[in-house]
């Protein structure tokens, strides 16, 4: 069974930085897709940032420039970089995989991913 675990979250202020971690187990396939989702009190859930199998990457707009994905050398680990953060960026981030994915795009979707973290809180303060 697949499980996701994120670290890192924390409170930090408008204009830091802060990374975030995933780490996965229980992978079956090389081929597995993996994303960073948020959600603020009383929105829905969001896509920030995506990899798929093939290391194409895919950004949310309000984070294009801001925010970095990239995996571990054995892409069971997912990190979210997050520069220059603001108010707008505080939220609970979720940790996502399309395991496996094959060669699935599953990009922003919520939907397309079928296992989750349990969420890590960042908070920015001004």
């Known amino acids: 069974q697949v499980q996701l675990v994120e670290s890192g979250g924390g409170s930090v202020q408008s204009g830091g930085s802060l990374t975030l971690s995933c780490a996965a187990s229980?992978?079956?396939?090389?081929?597995?897709?993996m994303g960073w989702f948020r959600q603020a009190p009383g929105k829905e859930r969001e896509g920030v940032a995506a990899?798929?199998?093939?290391?194409?990457?895919d950004y949310a707009d309000s984070v294009k420039g801001r925010f970095i994905i990239s995996q571990g050398h054995a892409k069971s680990t997912a990190y979210l970089q997050m520069n220059s953060v603001t108010a707008e960026d505080t939220a609970m981030y979720y940790c996502?995989?399309?395991?496996?994915?094959?060669?699935?795009?599953?990009?922003?979707?919520?939907?397309?991913?079928?296992?989750w973290g349990q969420g890590t809180q960042v908070t920015v303060s001004s």
């Open positions: 990899i798929d199998a093939n290391g194409v990457i």
């Open positions: 996502a995989a399309l395991a496996p994915c094959g060669y699935s795009r599953p990009k922003l979707d919520r939907y397309m991913y079928n296992h």
């Open positions: 229980g992978y079956t396939s090389a081929r597995n897709c």
